[in-house]
Nanobody, 126 residues
Framework: QVQLVESGGGLVQAGGSLRLSCAAS????????MGWFRQAPGKEREFVAA????????NYADSMKGRCTISRDNAKKTVFLQMVSLKPEDTAVYYC???????????????????WGQGTQVTVSS
């Protein structure tokens, strides 16, 4: 079992930056792939970025490539999402999630992730 708590969301102007954090509890964090997803009002939750257990492999949604970087610190049981050049359409609740099943590359589908945080709101004003 792992529990996830996101932080770092807030209100930012278009073009600005934010760094989201996801703190995990549980011994097995370092063996889990981790992902970030987001859900905007009236829309389905969508994939943003994912990172393998070692940090050696990452995946990004096309909409976020070049504008975000996912990283992790296994010693601190924390995964990060650094976002730059934010746009109003990036406004959403951002969730981190953990996938306990080993894969050669971190997954991009919601159903691959068993554990979810409560989310943190990111609002980008124009």
């Amino acid at each position: 079992q792992v529990q996830l708590v996101e932080s770092g969301g807030g209100l930012v102007q278009a073009g600005g930056s934010l760094r989201l954090s996801c703190a995990a509890s549980g011994r097995a964090f370092s063996s889990y792939a981790m992902g970030w997803f987001r859900q905007a009002p009236g829309k389905e939750r969508e994939f943003v970025a994912a990172i393998s257990w070692s940090g050696g492999s990452t995946n990004y949604a096309d909409s976020m490539k070049g504008r975000c970087t996912i990283s992790r610190d296994n010693a601190k049981k924390t995964v990060f999402l650094q976002m730059v050049s934010l746009k109003p359409e990036d406004t959403a609740v951002y969730y981190c999630a953990a996938d306990p099943i080993w894969k050669s590359r971190p997954g991009t589908g919601e159903l691959e992730y068993d554990y979810w945080g409560q989310g943190t709101q990111v609002t980008v004003s124009s």
